[in-house]
């Protein structure tokens, strides 16, 4: 499955990520969530590309004539930046609970000359963001799934769209997959066994957010029952082919530490063992050396348009 072990916004709740002081745990998930997205960066450009597409095609503003970005649950940022440049025209404002993410966002934006349109909010879905201004585009992406009660989130987002404004919400896509089936340890299949562990593991984290509330994951239903229309959905291909490079392969090595740690033990002890090695850096056959890693992922994209 997609993963989902990184960015939950309430740390002192949130035991897996406390080693230590809360600064070092957030400057380390927001060098994780830079990396991810760095990586993921060809499929979010093919997705702002397809907004423009969306823009330019309909009535409503066309993708020069955006003027307020919004991206809600942005992190540190990446994607904000990359909507700057999709999006020449706007003010983009990056919103997140976590304000350490939000420094980084800023940090970034100046680094890449965007300071003068770039903004940040202090905001947490689904009743926070209420006050922060409407906007023509609002982007969510991986965030909506951090939160309790989705639905209210997406109403929020909903309510602070312009006329003809598109929302765009990413939540899921293909798991990603980055070893054949038979790696040589242990029984083939091992992938497989582990998203059942880590779909069990999600499930227990959302049961566990405040004002956890169950939802039918039909975005493009979602969006509409929110007062939108026109939904569509699509889904984009990350494929990075062995051999990774340096900093993919340490991304992957980063995402399985972080399995091991936060389900590794639902495992049984052939495949909890199988994890160890993978994660061995002295082994030659661990991820750290091995040459046949990959990273192959889909991740989706569903929108729609207010009236
Ligand atoms: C997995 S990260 C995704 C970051 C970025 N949007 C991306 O796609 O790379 C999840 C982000 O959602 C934020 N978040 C968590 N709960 C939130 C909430 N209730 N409202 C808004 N953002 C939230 C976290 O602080 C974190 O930055």
């Not at 990359?82 to 940090?107: C, G, Q, S, W, Y």
């Not at 798991?175 to 242990?186: K, Q, Y």
């Amino acid at each position: 499955m997609t993963d989902h072990t990184h960015g939950t916004a309430a740390p002192k709740h949130d035991h897996h990520h406390h080693h230590g002081s809360t600064e070092m745990d957030w400057d380390a998930m927001a060098t994780h969530l830079e990396r991810d997205a760095e990586i993921y960066t060809p499929v979010l450009e093919q997705a702002t590309a397809w907004l423009r597409d969306l823009l330019t095609e309909s009535a409503g503003p066309g993708p020069d004539e955006v003027r307020r970005v919004l991206d809600v649950g942005s992190g540190p940022g990446v994607t904000s930046c990359l909507l700057a440049h999709a999006f020449p025209n706007a003010e983009i404002v990056a919103v997140d609970p976590t304000e350490a993410l939000l420094d980084r966002a800023r940090d970034r934006a100046a680094r890449l000359g965007l300071a003068d349109r770039f903004r940040t909010e202090t905001a947490e879905l689904p009743d926070g963001i209420d006050g922060i201004g409407d906007a023509d585009v609002i982007w969510s992406s991986k965030a909506l799934h951090h939160v309790g009660d989705q639905a209210a989130a997406v109403d929020a987002l909903a309510r602070l769209l312009r006329p003809r404004g598109l929302l765009v919400v990413s939540e899921g896509g293909l798991p990603a997959r980055m070893l054949p089936r038979d790696f040589g340890i242990g029984r083939p299949g091992f992938l497989n066994r582990l998203d059942v562990v880590h779909e069990d593991w999600f499930v227990r984290m959302r049961a566990a957010l405040p004002g956890a509330r169950d939802l039918v994951e039909d975005w493009p239903a979602v969006l509409t029952a929110a007062g939108l229309h026109s939904p569509r959905s699509r889904s984009f291909l990350l494929d990075r082919p062995a051999p990774l490079d340096p900093t993919t392969r340490a991304y992957a090595v980063t995402q399985f530490e972080r399995y091991a740690e936060v389900f590794g033990d639902e495992l049984d002890a052939e495949d909890r063992a199988t994890l160890d090695r993978l994660l061995d850096p002295a082994d030659p056959a661990g991820l750290a050396q091995r040459g046949d890693l990959f990273w192959l992922a889909a991740q989706s994209f569903h929108t729609a348009r207010a009236a």
